[in-house]
């Protein structure tokens, strides 16, 4: 995102974006799976298995779990039976979390949670097959830099797949969704959580460069063939993208 001032979760914090994301995580990680299937109505889950099922006709044997959060994504990744998953985090308590889960689904030899820097990840070039974040690459301090670094570690053909809340341009629905984001969202979150998450959140999706806007910040990172879906009217979309092949 271009913008001169970040859209920042605290704004009487003398901290870069980088390390108010993490404190923010951190401080809600206890509750934030209850958060997010409230707040959804369980939807998320079906937007998760949703793009599972389009990324799984691609190279998957390799796959990198960007801002995994408390692992919900690279759990639903599992399922393509990929030979290994390295889910990476800048929030602890958040991977405390993503581990117990993972350890009680029986799933530790396949996927290992990290904590990392997704704009400076710890890999080698062509590492991976295939990359993924679900609502994690708008909470980026330099998105630019982010999705550069995740076209460097993917494999030449390696795809990107990105999971991200966005807002719906159709009328009157976009208005019942901005209503929804801006009073009822932060106070439900207010009530079960910490307040300023769930203002963040709404800030954070409004000023989110998202669709055509989005696509155009993939090819800057070196990206090609660019889709773009969006889902459930177009509060969420998944976008997928390819590393090019080496002599194409």
């Known amino acids: 995102m271009s913008a001169a001032s970040p859209i920042i979760p605290y704004n009487d914090l003398d901290l870069g974006k980088k390390e108010q994301v993490k404190k923010m995580f951190n401080s809600i990680a206890g509750r934030y ?4 299937r409230l707040l959804t109505l369980r ?20 796959i990198l779990d960007i801002a995994t959060g408390t692992g919900d994504f690279a759990i639903e990744l599992s399922k393509l039976s990929p030979i290994k998953i390295t889910g990476i985090d800048i929030a602890e308590k958040m ?5 117990e889960k993972v350890k009680q689904k029986g799933l530790s030899g396949k996927i290992e949670l990290l904590e990392a820097d997704s704009e400076n990840l ?15 690459v708008r909470n980026f301090e330099n998105l630019n830099k982010g999705l550069s670094e995740i076209h460097r570690v993917l494999k030449p053909g390696g795809r990107i ?24 969202c932060p106070a439900i979150g207010g009530a079960f959580s910490e307040n300023k998450a769930y203002d963040y ?13 989005f696509e155009a ?3 800057n990172a070196g990206f090609t063939d660019t889709e773009f879906i969006p889902l459930s009217m177009g509060v969420t979309s998944i976008y997928i993208a ?7």
Do not use: Q
């Open 33 to 36: 799976d209850f958060m997010n």
């Open 43 to 62: 939807i998320d889950i079906l937007w998760r298995k949703k793009a599972v099922k389009l990324i799984c006709k691609y190279a998957h044997e390799s």
């Open 95 to 99: 991977l405390e979390i993503g581990r």
């Open 122 to 136: 710890p890999f080698l070039e062509n590492t991976y097959d295939l990359a993924t974040s679900a609502f994690g």
């Open 161 to 184: 797949l990105i999971l991200e809340a966005s807002e719906p341009s159709n009328m009157p629905f976009k208005k019942l969704y901005k209503a929804y984001m801006s009073k009822i």
């Open 201 to 213: 959140l709404n800030r954070s999706v409004a000023a989110f460069p998202s669709g055509k806007d």
């Open 217 to 219: 910040e993939l090819v």
């Open 242 to 248: 390819k590393k090019k092949d080496i002599g194409k």
